[in-house]
């Protein structure tokens, strides 16, 4: 393997070795929690109401924090109702197949080592000040930045402002404001956490299609009903980002308020789904489908003209295969696929299919660590490398991935992440040579 000489690898290696060594001889507690004292206080009200609520995935407590949830920081703000949180969050990928190329040249990430950084602040209010139940408050900004535009953009805004609130025992749930809906729809991140951080997946069509995604923000209304017998119904009435994507979204709106930008409409999302969580009796499942439909004008790849009525669709499962743990019943081998649809005529990429195998806590001493190996096929518009080939230009007609990775906890509030994939066909064009890239991220949550 062909290691780059970019310091930026080396800090981000230097970095996760020093705050590891302490943890690797440490047995982690089987509940998954860091040591706390035992309070003997039923409280009225919990810390967690104060976390992420409603969404698909899920951010990790505030017990996972360097910052204790007993110490008198955190307790003065939830004295009043509020939770001040931030994230960390850095990224290195490389072909070590290749030689890296000059920066201006390359078509994927990893060609020439990749770098990105995300830092983010978080403020929650639970609104007790206003005699609300099963409210919440959300607010959040962050600056990102990577070493290729391309796979970003770059941004220093607002991403976050919405209020939360449950009707009728949370079988009601709306959010309302600006929301970035990468991590309230589909469930995309295997394990359903965003602490688990699998490699190997690329399902980009929601996001070219126009929904909302870090760190691109947007004004939407979110309505979740649970219906019967683990039934739900999620519908989205989102603005939709730029039809000509991040970097453009970025330059019209680069502070994240900008409520209606000229020729940016409406985004209508629909996704009904079953979902039962994990027992002593029953295995985990989940089953969503649902389709997505975009009012905006977009760039037909074949005429050059606009058009509205981008669209896309999508099925996926995820079901637990066996359970490892009696007193954790979530933990255990599981088994996913994903099956996605785009118009071929406005999207560069028009279907995505993904195969899953993962395992939350696959050693018992360590319940945080998840393994994943994850395959994935990713179909290229006919139109776009129909035109490209007519232009004189190579192109791959599709691409197709296998990545195994190990995600692990290695402090309180500290995830790593490390996996390589196998990529055939790792651009659109021109048509390079597959890949073998390496890819590393830590996350730390404060």
Not at 95 to 116: H, K, M, R
């Amino acid at each position: 393997m062909r290691i780059s000489q970019d310091p930026f690898f080396y800090i981000l290696l230097a970095v996760a070795l020093f705050v590891s060594c302490p943890s690797w001889g440490q047995v982690q507690d089987s509940s998954g929690a860091a040591s706390t004292p035992p309070n003997p206080r039923v409280p009225e009200r919990s810390i967690e109401d104060l976390n992420r609520l409603g969404a698909e995935t899920a951010m990790p407590p505030f017990v996972e924090s360097p910052i204790n949830i007993d110490s008198g920081f955190r307790q003065k703000l939830f004295s009043e109702g509020v939770a001040l949180r931030s994230q960390l969050t850095v990224m290195y990928a490389q072909n070590s197949l290749e030689a890296p190329v000059p920066t201006d040249t390359q078509s994927y990430v990893g060609d020439d080592p990749f770098q990105s950084v995300m830092y983010n602040w978080t403020l929650t209010a639970d609104l007790r000040q206003m005699h609300l139940k099963h409210a919440e408050l959300y607010v959040c900004g962050g600056w990102y930045w990577v070493s290729w535009n391309p796979a970003g953009p770059k941004a220093f805004q607002m991403h976050t402002l919405y209020l939360y609130k449950a009707f009728a025992d949370r079988r009601v749930e709306f959010k309302a404001g600006y929301i970035g809906n990468n991590m309230e729809l589909i469930g995309l991140s295997i394990g359903g956490s965003l602490t688990t951080a699998a490699q190997g997946v690329y399902a980009v069509l929601p996001y070219e299609v126009g929904v909302s995604n870090f760190p691109l923000t947007a004004p939407s209304f979110n309505l979740r009903i649970q219906g019967p017998k683990r039934t739900y119904l999620k519908t989205v009435a989102q603005r939709s980002i730029d039809p000509h994507g991040g970097p453009k979204e970025v330059e019209r709106n680069h502070t994240g308020f900008r409520f209606i930008p000229n020729g940016d409409k409406l985004l209508l999302f629909d996704e009904m789904g079953y979902r039962r969580t994990a027992s002593a009796t029953a295995h985990d499942t989940w089953f969503r489908a649902g389709y997505i439909h975009n009012s905006s004008p977009f760039t037909n790849l074949t005429t050059g003209a606009a058009q509205s009525g981008n669209h896309s669709e999508f099925v996926l499962m995820d079901y637990q295969l066996r359970r490892s743990n009696s007193l954790h019943p979530g933990q255990g081998l599981y088994l996913g696929g994903t099956a996605m649809a785009a118009d071929s005529h406005l999207d560069r990429y028009d279907s995505y299919y993904e195969l899953r195998l993962y395992r939350k806590a696959p050693f018992r001493s360590r319940p945080f660590d998840m393994a994943s190996l994850v395959s994935y096929y990713s179909g290229h518009s006919k139109e776009l490398t129909d035109s490209l080939v007519a232009q004189g230009k190579s192109v791959w007609r599709a691409s197709a991935s296998l990545t195994g990775s190990y995600s692990l906890r290695v402090h309180p509030g500290q995830y790593m992440s490390m996996g390589f994939s196998y990529i055939h066909g790792p651009a659109i064009t021109p048509r390079v040579s597959d890949t073998l890239t390496f890819s590393t991220n830590y996350q730390f949550f404060f």
